[in-house]
Nanobody, 120 residues
Framework: QVQLVESGGGLAQVGDSLRLSCAAS??????MGWFRQAPGKEREFVAGISSSGTRYYSELMKGRFTISRDNAENTVYLQMHSLKPEDTAVYYCAARDGAVSYASIDWGSWGRGTQVTVSS
């Protein structure tokens, strides 16, 4: 059974850093990534990383967020810096076979999400 389990969310202050983790079990994937969904908004792509380590970022988060993965541990990370109130959202780990896609509909495996709240 495939499972993606996120951890590391929580309450942060403006300018803080947080690191999210997502451990996958059951199988490995070509591509892993992160999406987020704020209240009343659609789920949006944050970052993705291929098994070879090629990284893709939303232009909104590029420069502040860094995605990485540990293939041996089947885990993907999202390091977030300089957090802003607009980063408040539920962050979802996702995984798929094939190349990165910016569309959530293309990703077949999802975690349950972890809440990140950035307070001013």
């Amino acid at each position: 059974q495939v499972q993606l389990v996120e951890s590391g969310g929580g309450l942060a202050q403006v300018g803080d850093s947080l690191r999210l983790s997502c451990a996958a079990s059951g199988r490995t994937f070509d591509t892993m990534g992160w999406f987020r969904q704020a209240p009343g908004k659609e789920r949006e792509f944050v970052a993705g990383i291929s098994s070879s380590g090629t990284r893709y970022y939303s232009e909104l988060m590029k420069g502040r967020f860094t995605i990485s993965r540990d293939n041996a541990e089947n885990t993907v990370y999202l390091q977030m810096h300089s957090l802003k109130p607009e980063d408040t959202a539920v962050y979802y780990c996702a995984a798929r076979d094939g190349a990165v896609s910016y569309a959530s509909i293309d990703w077949g495996s999802w975690g349950r999400g972890t809440q990140v709240t950035v307070s001013s």
